[in-house]
């Protein structure tokens, strides 16, 4: 218990601070999510109980892209002295990378629920036509690249926030550069984007899912993508990297329906990263010749 | 010209009337579309005649997916004594059937360009919302069919306009079955749906090159599902099976980026059809037993 502490290496959502509640590790390979406010917290635990034992979910699919959920624990908070907060359990995602590179994609032209009432579907909409979402498909919400030299590129929100189409190119390759220099040698695009284990392997695995699934609507969901740079250099391709789905607290039940608005945003996602693989081995290719 | 006539298995879009502008076909092969008012008519002009000779586009999927362009024509109108109308100049797509059975399927959950004007976002973004578009990543703007008995079906457009997701399930039932009892026996779905030639197997390879290309996004088109109930008894399965794209008045150019809104809209309307034949083929199997 007394080992509970904020995550280091968190690129988006809720932060922990001395009069806010945010997420906690144990360190032994767990992670705490506070409840989240209005019902979100409610919705966000009720998909993750029906979610980890619905028998229509391939366990391939559940244990490779989610959290594993380990039911809920009432936490004392900081933020409320004297009170306990009911957090969700789930696997911390970065458990074993001493030093992880993330990023954070919300993934979805649209991130409001059909069904969602009015004021929450114009706050939505004005971000999502603010953001790159519409446009996209996704936007970057978060990132924090760690490279093998230790050396750490943490863009602040309000960058992140200004992105355009390109900027979002960028931040992709900068995702598999060295920080230093301009940060975009792409050097580790090809171990981390491609092969059998990567990034893009594991996003179209995902996306065979999503054509057939019609059990949720993942409305407003991130995945992220982890590395750490020294496992990945010294596995080759793919070793270690994770591709995981996380925020759930928007997910709606699918009345039969695919998931078109993920499934078209994982999409262009995967065109995107499957670009920026292409291009990096043309550069290694014409630099051997 | 005396030969021109306003087409008879229309199922969607603006008809011709003493007053009123509409399409018009020459009976020999030619489909006249009058340009749209506003800069519609510009617009899918503009995009007919890049499109028609972009290098990048594959002429398997110009020729096979969208109707051919022939240029632009004056002609005098009805609507407009002692004046002509320009007027975009296509093949006939119903050339040849007698009594072609077609469906319009309006493909994409947000048919508005991200970068229109606002009152016109607010105005497409209602009718997503008051359709299935939204829910479904399609809606259906029209439905004809034509039994081999010779008996049409033909619902008008407020009942297409009250469609619910079962109801969208329904039509696409209806589309391949008898007219009369139930008008729910499918009893075409495994030569219209299914086979080598078939709806669905079109569909796919439309959908491989959404995967990919990023030349232009396809807001408020439609695909349009053709067959002629006696060429595909006769033919056996997917004989005479026509998938087309149409209504490229709010086609833009795509920045870079895949058009996942309707490789989304796309993918959810091959799950339902994917569906249909397998419950159909499942009918028919245990019927076999």
Redesign the interface.
Known sequence: MSDLRPPEHQVAGHRAAPNKLGPLVDGAGLFYKPLQALDRGEQELAFYTSFSVHPAVPPSIRDKFFPRFHGTRLLPTAATPGESHPHIVLDDLLEGLPSPSVTDIKIG??TWP?RAPEPYVAKC?AKD?GSTS????FRVSGIRVSDAGGAVWLPDRSELKGTD?PGV?RMLGRYVSSVGGDGMDCALAAAVYGGEGGVLAQLRELKAWF??Q?LFHFYSASVLLIYDANAVTAAGGGGGVRVKLVDFAHVVES????D??F???L??LI??IADIVAETSDIVSSGDS
């Open positions: 032209a649209c059909p909409l036509r519409v446009l996209l498909g189409i190119r054509e057939v019609t009345e039969g329906v695919i078109h608005n499934l078209g945003g999409c262009s065109k995107f």
